[in-house]
């Protein structure tokens, strides 16, 4: 048996190739695993449960439910889809998991994070983190005003996000080497997975005197990133779209 890990398909109406990507995986790949996690960033923005179909995204709600039907599922909210809550596990059977969660994948304790938690050097976005992602009082506020208020709002993040990384260097994006070695050291793991950063690669580093592992998983829409994970490992491979 295996397991199926998946990051960062940004999906939108605006990107209808991708999504129609998501559904031919969740069609022909993920009733094959025993397991399938999404660690976030599912949507290229998330405004509430209660908006699914004013996003667009009820047809995608609708195909996780059926494959949560033969594949135990979870979801990871992310940056961008941090506002998901319960009613979002009742309409898809996706079990939501806390960002930093340890996992046993056969036999090897594994952290599992979206990934922008480590990148310390992005001090606008850990900011966004501290006083919107986590702060329950501004998600609370946020998911109290009519739908098309939060829709504009939303706009207006993305477009804010996309001048921010105009005006910083690919480097500040990425995760400092202090906080994942921190995070090893905190979880005392042997092996990390996250996404985010969009950069499908494979770090060793030495921790304590032991190697350890930390995989990234790539986008959908450039690399489209599929990790697969059983007994003898792990492989990333690419969707094609």
């Known amino acids: ?136 009082a501004f998600c609370d506020g946020f998911l109290s005003l009519d739908v098309p208020s939060r829709i504009e709002q939303a706009k207006q993040a993305r477009l804010q996000s996309a001048q921010h990384k105009s005006e910083v260097s690919m480097g500040i994006m990425d995760v400092t080497e202090h906080a994942v070695l921190e995070a090893f050291a905190k979880h005392g793991v042997s092996q990390m997975i996250h996404g985010h950063t969009h950069r499908q690669n494979t770090h060793h580093y030495k921790v304590e005197g032991e190697t350890v592992i930390r995989y990234v998983l790539g986008d959908w829409g450039e690399t489209n990133s599929v990790m697969r994970v059983d007994k003898a490992g792990i492989e990333i491979t690419n969707q094609a779209i």
């Open 1 to 136: 048996m295996h397991t199926y890990i998946i990051s960062d398909l940004h999906l939108t109406p605006e990107r209808p190739n991708i999504t129609k990507a998501f559904f031919d995986f969740l069609r022909d790949q993920a009733p094959l695993a025993e397991q399938l996690y999404i660690i976030g960033d599912l949507f290229e923005f998330w405004i509430g449960d209660d908006a699914a179909e004013q996003l667009g995204a009820a047809p995608v709600l609708d195909a996780m439910k059926a494959i949560s039907q033969v594949t135990d599922c979870f979801f990871m909210p992310g940056n961008r889809d941090f506002l998901v809550r319960q009613s979002f596990t009742e309409r898809t059977g996706f079990k939501i998991l806390d960002d930093e969660s340890i996992i046993d994948f056969y036999g090897v304790k594994t952290l599992l994070l979206h990934g922008d938690s480590l990148c310390t050097d992005d001090l606008a976005h850990q900011q966004f983190r501290q006083t919107m992602m986590t702060n329950r």
